[in-house]
C-alpha cells in the first residue's frame, strides 16, 4: 500500500508541472500595441492629464482615442481594460466576440475577456463605432501564455524506473539480512560445540557385544 501510494504521489506531482500558465501585462504605450489613428491624449506622469487619476492608472499611462486598437499576442486568454464612451467591439482573429458600452471613457476596468483559446498566435482588435464618435481610454491588457512543460510519459517512465530501482534494493536488503540471521544460527552452534568441554563420549566395548558364533566343520 505505501508503495502504491508514492507511485500516485509522484505521477500526480509530474502531471502537476507537464506545464504552467503565465500572465503578460501589456501596456497602453507597449510597441506592441498598434493605433490605427494617434491616440488624442497620452496621459503619463509628466502629462497635462489629473495626477490623482494617473495614478490609478496601469504603469501611470493611458491612451485616449477613437481609431482602432490592434495588438498580437500568443496565448489561451486575454482580457482588456479600458474607458469607453458609446460603443467599442472586440475581435480576435477577425471574429467579433462582445462589445462594450460605457457613458464615460474615464471610467476604466474590464471591458472584454475571452478564454479557452489554443495556445497559438492570436489577433485582438478593439474597435470603437465611429458612428456616433465614440471615444476610448486604454489603460493595458493581460493575456495568459501556457510555456511547455517536460513530457509526461517520460516523466512517468522516469518515475516506474525509480520505483523499480527501490524495489530490487529493498529486496536485496532483505536478501542481505536473511544471510546475516543464518550465518548467526550457525555462528552460535559453532560456538556451543567448542565450549562443551564436559560433552559424554562414546566408547564401545566390544566384550559385550554379542559375538558371532562359529560354525564347526
Known sequence: MKLLSCVL??????????????NITID????????A???????TPTSSCDPSWVAQLYNGTSSITSGAVIVPFQG?????????????YFSIDGSIRSSATGQDYMQNGLAF???????????????PSNF????????YIVYTHELPGKNVGAIVGWVVGGLAFMAVLSWLGLLLVRRRRLRR????????????????????????LPQKPKIAL
Not at 489561451?76 to 467599442?88: C, F, M, N
Open 37 to 43: 489613428q494617434t491616440p488624442y491624449v497620452r496621459c
Open 113 to 127: 475577456g475571452e478564454w479557452g483559446l489554443a495556445n497559438t498566435n492570436h489577433v485582438l482588435a478593439i474597435l
Open 132 to 139: 456616433t464618435g465614440e471615444i476610448i481610454q486604454l489603460d
Open 9 to 22: 504521489a509522484l505521477v500526480l506531482a509530474s502531471t502537476a508541472h507537464a506545464g504552467r500558465f503565465v
Open 76 to 88: 489561451t486568454a486575454v482580457y482588456v481594460y479600458l474607458g469607453v464612451e458609446g460603443t467599442s
Open 185 to 208: 544460527i550457525s555462528m552460535r552452534g559453532i560456538r556451543l560445540r567448542d565450549d562443551w568441554t564436559e560433552r559424554p563420549s562414546l566408547q564401545l566395548d566390544s566384550g559385550s
Open 28 to 35: 497602453d504605450a507597449s510597441p506592441s500595441v498598434i493605433y
